[in-house]
């Protein structure tokens, strides 16, 4: 049986789930993914526990809080002039707590997003975005069904 190394394309079906057992992503009620190992579709954790699996495997993979998205950083959390978020993005826009906001990355060409934790006391004044991945410093869980390995 083919197994999986770097560089592997692979067919298969995959479920994520975050620490409270919940779907963040899940194949298996669909037609399943595809994709190459090392490209970065991954987590790198992730890939490197498939390595070395063999097409037919089917497993659950455990990872610890921030193995797979890295610890939180609190670096990643800041506070934005409420001015500079209207500059940056719709003047319009009516900001809540939660709503994941996009940002354009410095030389324009691409995107990130930020989730807005708080807004400051007047609501118009600043607003705190924190940038670390959503899962960072998070147990997941990773079920794998690995229907072909080329």
Do not use: C
């Not at 994520?16 to 037609?31: E, M, S």
């Not at 990643?76 to 809540?96: I, T």
């Amino acid at each position: 049986m083919p197994q999986v190394q770097a560089g592997s394309f692979l067919t298969l079906h995959y479920r994520l789930a975050g620490p409270d057992g919940g779907d963040i992503v899940n194949t298996f009620n669909d037609k399943p993914a595809t994709l190459t190992i090392g490209s970065g579709e991954l987590a790198p954790a992730i890939e490197a526990r498939l390595i070395g699996l063999e097409e037919g495997t089917r497993t659950v993979i455990e990872l610890a809080a921030g193995e797979a998205f890295g610890p939180r950083n609190p670096d990643m959390v800041q506070k934005l002039a409420f001015s500079e978020l209207r500059q940056m993005g719709d003047p319009d826009e009516q900001y809540q707590v939660g709503d994941v906001v996009q940002f354009p990355t410095p030389d324009g060409r691409g995107a990130f997003a930020g989730v807005l934790r708080e807004l400051g006391p007047t609501g118009k004044d600043w607003a705190l975005f924190d940038f670390n991945h959503p899962l960072a410093g998070q147990p997941v869980s990773f079920e794998v069904q690995l229907i072909g390995v080329l």
